[in-house]
């Protein structure tokens, strides 16, 4: 017989498909992307947006959004 192992839950699950390396590198892509390109971004509005740093949490949460609304189909976004 093979090896036994305990069913994973959700999130363990999840976070199989990221590991802590890319996530870590889509969080300084992101905050690098806006820190260079926050003069652009900020002449398409009325009102300056501050940009804040995004985290590793943050980003997990997006992804599983997208994952969900991938999952979990709406007519209108706004249903989400």
Known sequence: GGAVTEP???LS???L???EACL???VC????YAEYDKNKLNSSY???RIWTPTSRTEVLHYIGCL???G????LLRNDY
Request: proline share 4%; charged share 25%.
């Open 46 to 48: 009325d009102t300056p």
């Open 13 to 15: 699950t999840f976070l």
């Open 24 to 26: 870590e590198r889509i």
């Open 71 to 74: 999952i979990h189909r709406e």
């Open 67 to 69: 994952f969900y609304m």
């Open 8 to 10: 994973l839950d959700e």
């Open 29 to 32: 892509a992101t905050n690098s």
């Open 17 to 19: 498909l990221f590991s």
